[in-house]
């Protein structure tokens, strides 16, 4: 206990203290969705209802899965935090309950383990506690591939030996070098791109964030929030099968309940994590009920009974979230794009060494065990020694050599590491003794290959190309092969260190091979963990300078106001563009925060995605007419049309000198404030925001020099009878 809660802790003020140098809740022009998010997080936080209205469709509800803002919302309305220190508050707090959940279960496996090597009496936790903080690293702690290869593309920049050039591996190596000595004595090395690291495909749109990189930037979407509920399912999972196993038939029910809920509960906060862990469940219950002993026939219908019980209160428990939340075209396609094998490998080559090197040792142990006869087993077959395993390596190479051409050699090679795990799980449930967190981490990686392989299969209609599907899928890919991987450390490290005995004992010679590959495979290891920790320095300080201005730290989210600055084209493709401070605006939102309760929808300019525009509706929360409008027609597809429609109508108010239309457009859309600060100026035009002075209905409440506020007096709006159209210039 004390364990898990130094791991929760130390997570969180590490990422709290990331927050706190730099907190800023958005940076052009790569600021993320972190206007999306706050503006969903504060609307949340104000509504008072279930669905809480969404504040960029006016009068609608959110159709999105905000359980995660929901979850940040009870202690801000609890504890009276406002939103933007709420928010650098959340990003930690979702990072350490994510290393947590995997500290949980890598712990648990590793110390049931430890029981089934040991005697109660030599078992310590001591092993088990290490165990369970490198799979807390493994999953937030470490990056990727490409801190590495950034890092010796930038040192080759800066060499200038030109010993063996051209040499293929010998050059590159005396490229290194040299550039280490131009390093030490004073050159300066090229820049560190941050952000590439998340887009290691290179040449697609697909999207390759690890858990520390999607903390790092921030954004506090359900990707993020997702990861601890998601891997809290898989520890969940874990403890029935443990449970099954040892004959703890009662318990199994309300650990099937507990997983049916927390099935639920990933759909609400995160819809992406929904498909994998209806899965886990589909095959973690039958897989508990493999590992038991007995009759086969109360085995099955024990199994059926609990996927029952699991699918009814994930059904029943979130009925009145499901009932109000519309899909739309749901359903799968082929892939349109595949991933090169190289670029899986720089994504996910700390896990792929951490699994071959279990797949060494689980097949060394089970070769041993039946005296290095491999019977009929053709897996056993193609390692069973050096001119077999060499055979196996020539296979190989012939199988990416003759599918690079279709691309499809990820699926290729995927499929023959799944070909070699599937056959330890089948190993596993024949075995007279279940060894059952050692099947356990066999099936995790059997799902971890699966689900990362699977994206070059198929792809979730709907996908920009497969951006979604390789991003969602991958994070979950990374957290299973974080905890799989945990397990495996522990375990080939036993096997490691049982083989370092034989050689003192001079039961094994040091030149013995496998003295020889065990050496090679602990350095391989170490020299990729070493690698993929490379972007936690550079990538981090990269990151961490990519903001209007340096402060003191903080948690305050707006402080970026005080230095921000953006330049706006004046119109979309015009090269004149106009400059503005974003601190103009800020007495606009204070305003309304401070003076308007509930939820009435305002109206703001339109404009780019992912730029200024949107800010009223972001740090007040309330409605506006429309936001971000791709983020609208993404979340209801089905009325893409309306989302046009409100905003060409939106433009137009702010453009068009019409009181007429204006009058229509506030009645249409029950606007209670209209605003007037850097946008409107910026997408409106000066006829059409002349007009409002003159209007009757609009009474001026709130002024900051040019920026304006006025409340909207339904009652003097007349009514229509037939819409009317907007007239001058601009009009269509």
Not at 591 to 600: H, I, K, M, T
């Amino acid at each position: 206990w004390l364990a898990v809660e130094a791991v929760f802790m130390v997570a969180f003020f590490a990422f709290l203290a990331l927050r706190a140098y730099n907190p800023d809740l958005w940076h052009h022009p790569q600021g993320g969705e972190k206007p999306m998010e706050i503006a969903y997080l504060t609307a949340v936080t104000r509504s008072t209802i279930m669905p809480p209205y969404d504040p960029w469709f006016a009068g609608g509800s959110m159709n999105y899965y905000y359980m995660g803002w929901f979850f940040l919302a009870v202690p801000i309305r609890a504890l009276q935090i406002v939103p933007e220190v709420a928010f650098n508050l959340g990003v930690p707090t979702y990072a350490s309950l994510a290393a947590a959940t995997a500290f949980s279960v890598v712990h648990s496996l590793v110390g049931l383990g430890q029981r089934a090597r040991e005697s109660a009496a030599k078992a310590t936790q001591r092993p088990a506690i290490l165990a369970g903080v490198l799979g807390a690293v493994l999953l937030i702690g470490i990056a990727n591939l490409d801190g590495a290869d950034q890092w010796i593309e930038r040192l080759q920049a800066v060499n200038t030996w030109s010993l063996a050039s051209g040499t293929p591996v010998i050059g590159g190596a005396v490229g290194i070098a040299g550039g280490i000595w131009q390093w030490l004595t004073g050159t300066p090395l090229p820049g560190f791109d941050w952000w590439r690291s998340s887009r290691v495909h290179f040449g697609t749109f697909d999207i390759t964030e690890f858990p520390f990189w999607t903390m790092l930037f921030a954004d506090l979407h359900p990707h993020l929030m997702g990861l601890p509920f998601f891997g809290a399912t898989v520890g969940i999972l874990v403890a029935y099968c443990v449970t099954v196993g040892h004959g703890f038939r009662g318990r199994a029910w309300l650990i099937a309940a507990l997983a049916g809920l927390f099935v639920g509960l990933v759909r609400t906060v995160h819809t992406w994590d929904f498909p994998t862990v209806v899965l886990l469940a589909v095959a973690g219950i039958p897989l508990g009920q493999l590992l038991r002993t007995g009759d086969w026939r109360q085995r099955f219908w024990d199994a059926v009974g609990h996927l029952a019980v699991a699918g009814v209160v994930a059904a029943v428990a979130f009925s009145p979230y499901t009932g109000r939340f519309e899909t739309f075209d749901p359903g799968i396609m082929r892939a349109p794009e595949t991933t090169k094998a190289h670029q899986f490998f720089v994504h996910f080559g700390v896990f792929i060494a951490f699994a071959i090197a279990f797949l060494a040792v689980r097949y060394r142990e089970e070769l041993a065990a039946r005296a290095f006869d491999h019977g009929r087993n053709p897996f056993f077959a193609v390692v069973n020694g050096w001119m077999e395993f060499a055979a196996l390596l020539i296979f190989v190479a012939g199988l990416a050599a003759f599918t690079w051409p279709f691309g499809l050699t990820t699926i290729a090679l995927g499929a023959v590491v799944l070909g070699f795990f599937f056959n330890l799980l089948w190993l596993e449930l024949r075995a007279s003794e279940r060894n059952i967190p050692r099947t356990l981490a066999t099936a995790l990686y059997i799902l971890a290959f699966g689900v990362a392989v699977g994206v070059d299969i198929v792809t979730l209609k709907n996908d920009i190309v497969r951006m979604n599907t390789v991003f969602k899928f991958s994070l979950q890919a990374w957290q299973l092969f974080a905890l799989a991987s945990g397990f495996a450390a522990w375990y080939t490290l036993s096997a490691f260190a049982a083989l370092r005995s034989a050689v003192r004992a001079r039961e094994v010679r040091r030149t013995d091979w496998r003295n020889l590959s065990a050496w090679a495979g602990a350095s391989t290891i170490v020299l990729l963990m070493l690698g993929a920790s490379l972007f936690l320095i550079s990538g981090t300080a990269a990151r961490q300078q990519a903001r209007f201005a340096q402060t003191d730290p903080t948690l305050d989210g707006f402080v970026f106001f005080d230095n921000g600055t953006f330049r706006e084209p004046i119109a979309p493709g015009a090269s004149e563009e106009v400059e503005f401070r974003l601190d103009e605006d800020l007495p606009l939102i204070e305003w309304l925060r401070e003076n308007v309760e509930g939820s009435p929808v305002i109206v703001e300019a339109v404009g780019p995605l992912y730029r200024w525009t949107g800010r009223i509706s972001e740090y007040t929360g309330l409605p506006t007419v429309i936001g971000w409008d791709w983020h609208q027609i993404q979340q209801r597809t089905d009325y893409a049309g309306l989302v046009a429609e409100r905003r060409n109508e939106t433009e137009l108010f702010f453009r068009d000198p019409g009181v007429q239309f204006a009058e229509s457009f506030l009645r249409k859309y029950n606007v209670r404030y209209v605003v007037v600060g850097t946008e409107e100026r910026v997408h409106g035009s000066e006829p059409g925001l002349a007009k409002f002075e003159t209007m009757d209905a609009l009474t001026e409440v709130f002024r900051d020099g040019e920026n304006v506020i006025y409340e909207v007096d339904q009652s003097k709006l007349p009514v229509p009878q037939v819409q009317a159209q907007p007239t001058g210039p601009s009009a269509p």
